[in-house]
């Protein structure tokens, strides 16, 4: 299966748990397989320790350091 936007819904595969209760100041992070295939989960986590201002920018610059080839994408939502 392929997770990809602008793929038809039916040929998304999302991997999601929840519910999950939402805070003022949470930080959402959704990025593409080009930084998913390149970055562990202990390097997103220390990552996500910067100011957010630097963390998409951060997120990019790491996953081409590692060898990225594919496409790279990374969006932040901070909850007001």
């Given at each position: 299966?392929?997770?990809?936007?602008?793929?038809?819904?039916?040929?998304?595969?999302?991997?999601?748990?929840?519910?999950?209760?939402?805070?003022?100041?949470?930080?959402?992070?959704?990025?593409?397989?080009g930084?998913?295939?390149?970055l562990?989960?202990?390097?997103?986590?220390?990552?996500?320790?910067l100011?957010?201002?630097?963390?998409?920018?951060?997120?990019?610059?790491?996953?081409?350091?590692?060898?990225?080839?594919d496409?790279?994408?990374?969006?932040?939502?901070?909850?007001?």
């Open positions: 299966m392929t997770s990809a936007i602008g793929q038809p819904l039916t040929m998304l595969k999302m991997d999601i748990s929840g519910p999950v209760s939402l805070q003022p100041s949470d930080v959402l992070l959704a990025f593409s397989d930084v998913h295939d390149y562990t989960d202990d390097q997103l986590l220390s990552i996500m320790q100011r957010p201002q630097k963390l998409t920018q951060t997120i990019v610059e790491k996953a081409l350091a590692a060898g990225s080839q496409n790279i994408t990374a969006g932040l939502l901070i909850l007001p």
